[in-house]
């Protein structure tokens, strides 16, 4: 097979038939088949880079494309916490786990339409889920518009750019140019970016850029087997600031702030994806009275994935 041919690591590639360029995880084994013991060092290498960005305390944070909850350790400061996801099956695994604590709000919906207020989150994040947008500006102007004015976005991309793309194109090992701009789907709905095509989105938003991490700069299986995840986590720490100065990582984190003016906090967290009116609980439904449309919860998550049901 010609390396060109070799199919890249992708987890998930299947779309979902009733929503056009969404990455379906309903159902999917992720958790087991992917956070094996082999990346035990890129979930370390993530959660230290949080870790430094991250506002350890706020009212309210929402993960945008939390999967089953991987990182829900790092927002024990904030006093709500939203996790929002496509996949039910995950958002499921991630309450199984906390069942009880009320800080925790689950919300099956899609990130490029969410169903939260405006400026009523300090902290907002996507780890690992944008490389499946094929609209990443959506979910970007989103990610923007709930943060309240000066609230962090923390970002995580699957950067383009990086050193063994770049070694593999020099070769003529790889088609693809990893200085161009535009975002390269490598598999069905898996993408990789270049810094400058984020940057410029999260400016279009309304975000302002204002520290960077290189993640994962020491992907490679001998480095991982011979040194173990703890001793190369421990060696990216040290490497972090010279090579977060131009990434060349497979993984690059920003940290970002949203520049709007400052409007009151709304009091309320659910909005309807529609309008961005307060939304009701009634009945087990969510309840948008301005567009007359309602939503299902089930076993404590807020279902927005349909287009809501009119109310009678
Ligand atoms: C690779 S997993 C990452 C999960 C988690 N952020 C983590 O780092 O462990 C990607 C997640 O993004 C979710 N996802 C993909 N596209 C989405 C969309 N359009 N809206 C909401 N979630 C989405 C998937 O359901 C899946 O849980």
Not at 58 to 72: M, N, Y
Not at 146 to 168: M, P, Q, S, T
Not at 261 to 280: T, V
Request: aromatic share 10%; proline share 7%.
């Amino acid at each position: 097979m010609k390396p060109e041919q070799r199919a890249p690591s992708v987890f998930h590639v299947k779309q979902d038939q009733r929503a056009p360029n969404v990455c379906d995880y309903e159902g999917s084994d992720y958790r087991q088949r992917f956070w094996t013991r082999e990346r035990r060092y890129e979930d370390l290498a993530e959660r230290q880079g949080l870790r430094r960005l991250l506002p350890p305390e706020g009212e309210a944070v929402a993960d945008l494309g939390a999967g089953f909850g991987r990182l829900i350790e790092l927002y024990q400061g904030y006093r709500r916490i939203f996790l929002v996801d496509y996949s039910r099956t995950l958002l499921q695994q991630a309450r199984q786990e906390h069942l009880g604590d009320d800080r925790f709000t689950y919300i099956a919906s899609d990130i490029r339409r969410l169903p939260l207020a405006s400026d009523a989150f300090d902290t907002v994040l996507t780890v690992r889920v944008l490389h499946h947008l094929r609209d990443v500006p959506d979910a970007i102007a989103e990610a923007a518009r709930v943060l309240v004015a000066g609230g962090h976005y923390l970002l995580e991309f699957a950067n383009k750019r990086h050193l063994k793309a770049i070694v593999r194109y020099l070769l003529h090992r790889q088609g693809w140019n990893p200085f161009d701009k535009q975002p390269v789907e490598f598999a069905e709905l898996n993408f990789d970016f270049h810094p400058a095509y984020i940057g410029h989105h999260l400016v279009e938003a309304g975000l302002r850029p204002e520290r960077r991490l290189a993640l994962s700069l020491f992907r490679l299986q001998l480095l991982k087997q011979g040194l173990g995840p703890r001793r190369l986590a421990g060696l990216e720490t040290l490497a972090q600031p010279l090579a977060s100065l131009y990434p060349l990582s497979p993984s690059v984190l920003l940290c970002s702030r949203a520049d709007k003016p400052q409007r009151p906090r709304p009091g309320y967290f659910l909005a309807c994806p529609y309008c961005h009116a307060r939304i009701e609980m009634e009945r087990q439904r969510a309840v948008c009275r301005a567009c007359r449309l309602h939503w299902p919860e089930h076993n404590g998550i807020y279902d927005f994935k349909g287009p809501g049901q009119e109310l009678y």
